[in-house]
């Protein structure tokens, strides 16, 4: 959190001694909020987090709504949600899990609703922006995004699961070729977002994989 009392220059850019601001997005975020609020407002610090968890909500809800037929489940998922003790402690911290547990969960989503109806180019830009924060706020995000990109694979080349979905034939090459596009994009921006401080990152993993090696 130290990071957002700095210039934004040296969030998006700077590392010292191989440590780079971590969380990028949240800390971006956090530092328009104590320029705007003031450094010790408590309020404004953690307000982000909050926020993102109260969203996280409203998908939770939404996603369930897409993936069951049964009108009670979504308020079973919501409740379970609202009660988790994870979900709890990451929207009042002041620091960027929130904001992945939305982006993954708007990322899924939104990708329930490119697979699913016929005109999806609003949900294939919002996949590619939610990607990208994701992405953007904690880099192994990129996992789960690689992951997302796996599954639409399958979907859309599998007969049996793209009729699950209603997926014509000629909808699943459209599909398809948009889902590349998706996932490219994001990837392009996210390496792009990543570059001034590509070399750290890469020192900084390479340590810990010594590290990994010298204890086991």
């Known amino acids: 959190i130290n990071y957002v009392y700095t210039n934004?220059?040296?969030i998006l850019t700077g590392c010292i001694n191989g440590m780079c601001p971590d969380h990028k997005f949240h800390s971006?975020?956090?530092r328009m909020m104590v320029v705007l609020f003031g450094e010790e407002n408590a309020w404004a610090i953690r307000f982000p987090a909050?926020?993102?968890g109260i969203i996280t909500l409203i998908f939770v809800h939404r996603l369930s709504r897409e993936l069951f037929s049964s009108p009670l489940i979504p308020w079973?998922?919501?409740?379970?949600?609202?009660?988790?003790e994870v979900h709890i402690y990451y929207s009042?911290?002041?620091?960027g899990y929130s904001f992945v547990i939305l982006f993954s969960t708007a990322m899924t989503y939104s990708s329930i609703k490119i697979l699913s109806e016929s005109h999806s180019a609003k949900w294939c830009w919002a996949l590619c922006v939610f990607a990208f924060l994701g992405t953007y706020t904690i880099i192994t995000t990129a996992y789960f995004v690689i992951s997302l990109a796996v599954w639409m694979g399958?979907?859309?080349?599998?007969?049996q699961w793209s009729q699950e979905f209603n997926i014509?034939?000629?909808?699943?090459?459209?599909?398809?070729?948009?889902?590349?596009?998706?996932?490219?994009?994001?990837?392009?921006?996210?390496?792009l977002a990543y570059l001034p401080i590509l070399q750290?990152?890469?020192t900084a993993a390479s340590s810990e994989q010594k590290i990994h090696v010298k204890f086991h």
Request: with cysteine.
């Open 92 to 95: 009042q911290t002041a620091r």
């Open 154 to 159: 399958l979907v859309l080349l599998i007969p």
């Open 28 to 30: 971006i975020i956090l």
């Open 200 to 202: 750290e990152l890469v």
């Open 168 to 191: 014509s034939s000629v909808q699943r090459k459209r599909k398809a070729v948009q889902c590349i596009k998706v996932f490219l994009i994001a990837g392009i921006l996210s390496f």
């Open 8 to 10: 934004l220059k040296f």
């Open 76 to 84: 079973f998922a919501l409740i379970i949600a609202v009660l988790s």
């Open 50 to 52: 909050f926020a993102a």
